[in-house]
């Protein structure tokens, strides 16, 4: 993979660290994908939510390369897709039941029904009277994250999950967003096959799980593979023949210690592969010829700013995988090399640059600002949150010796355990 000398130029500290490092990563997970799609006979495939963005263009870079000549290959697109779009539009017609509304409160960030309608694109004023019905009210403690929860209201919460009424009035409010989506998965050509493969760098699986949801009621619903770049499965997935997850570089299900280091930090992997656009807030019906409509989050504000920033400061990153991921096409091509043939260096990169790397690493590549409108903005006040070594100061990075082998060793009795 690596460059000629004549082509063994000066670049940009974080080209090269996408070349070396991060290309690899992603590049074998898109191999991974395809030799996937091949063996279950696959023929559409699509790239969800906006790290999908730069999926798609390292499978155009990669896959051309190491199966030329074939045609078999799936069909390939990009899907707009977000949990937080994804959210309302799922309870169109299911309506909302505790095992999609407790997924709200693994976030510590999320307290209380305000969240719950936040998530899910409710209007909580109309559910006063319902709420009032259950002794709740809108500021009522839901999470065991935040001081003043009482186990009884919840309950109580999910009570009122279980009333007519409540469920009426969910369905009413997110029917527009259902149908949106529908007419746009429709012209996407989602429930034109009997299989799709679903495209996402992980982690619970949260965006299929709401998509499916969505369109399990139809006929026409094909077969879902969703295929993460890392599945942690830190709630059960409903897994049926018509709907299921596989990590192909780490999942939980099979145990790969070096593989699991990818959990130091989740977030670095979504930021380097997030796409130059805003995040997808929702679908909305109009009445242009499509139907519908994809409503985009704004980025006049100060979050929007810094996304802004924070891709100026990862565009020689991404420059970076992309000139990488050809190279990799070529060499895994001229050595015949499978996603298994490859997965000991991967799970060396991951070890090295995640678990033990230099402080001088984490400076040069640690996230300037990250989004999560499915988190709150709640601060947990009734437990301290676990420090990771990523979020460690400098000076304790620097002189605390032993400091990457505590975590390490933290990892191996948490894999140990799970």
């Known amino acids: 993979m690596l460059p000629l000398e004549a082509e063994n130029i000066p670049q940009h500290p974080l080209y090269v660290k996408g070349f070396n490092v991060f290309s690899p990563l992603l590049a074998a997970f898109i191999q991974g994908v395809a030799e996937y799609c091949l063996n279950a006979g696959i023929e559409r495939l699509y790239f969800f939510s906006r790290e999908g963005w730069l999926f798609e263009q390292v499978w155009n870079r990669v896959i051309p390369k190491l199966y030329a000549g074939q045609d078999n290959l799936p069909q390939t697109s990009y899907l707009y897709v977000s949990r937080m779009a994804l959210a309302p539009a799922s309870c169109g017609h299911a309506g909302l039941d505790q095992e999609h509304a407790d997924i709200v409160f693994l976030p510590p960030g999320n307290k209380d029904f305000r969240d719950v309608c936040r998530v899910f694109g409710l209007q909580a004023d109309a559910f006063t009277n319902i709420l009032s019905l259950h002794e709740l009210h809108q500021e009522t403690v839901l999470s065991p994250a935040h001081e003043g929860f009482l186990p009884e209201n919840r309950l109580r919460f999910n009570e009122m999950l279980e009333d007519e009424a409540f469920q009426d009035e969910v369905k009413k409010q ?245």
């Open 174 to 418: 997110t029917l527009p967003a259902h149908q949106a989506l529908h007419r746009y998965l429709e012209e996407q050509g989602v429930f034109a096959q009997p299989d799709v493969a679903l495209v996402d760098i992980g982690w619970l699986g949260t965006i299929q799980r709401f998509l499916q949801r969505a369109i399990a009621h139809r006929a026409d619903a094909p077969r879902c593979h969703g295929l993460l770049f890392g599945a942690t499965r830190g709630i059960a997935y409903p897994t049926t023949p018509a709907n299921a997850i596989t990590g192909i570089i780490y999942d939980r299900d099979r145990f790969d210690l070096a593989a699991s280091t990818l959990l130091y930090n989740r977030d670095l992997f979504e930021e380097t592969c997030r796409a130059p656009h805003p995040t997808l807030n929702g679908y909305r019906l109009s009445e242009e010829e499509k139907g519908y409509e994809l409503v985009f989050r704004h980025e006049d504000d100060a979050i929007g700013q810094a996304e802004k920033e924070q891709d100026r400061f990862f565009a020689p990153l991404q420059e970076g995988i992309l000139a990488g991921a050809e190279q990799y096409a070529v060499a895994a091509a001229i050595l015949g090399y499978s996603l298994s043939d490859i997965k000991p260096w991967l799970n060396y990169l991951l070890l090295s640059r995640l678990a033990f790397p230099k402080t001088r690493e984490i400076e040069e590549i640690c996230q300037r600002h990250h989004l999560d409108d499915f988190h709150g903005q709640h601060k947990v006040t009734n437990k301290a949150a676990a420090k990771e070594l990523w979020q460690c100061s400098r000076a304790k990075l620097r002189w605390r010796p032993l400091l990457r082998t505590e975590f390490f060793l933290r990892l191996i009795k948490e894999r140990l355990r799970s």
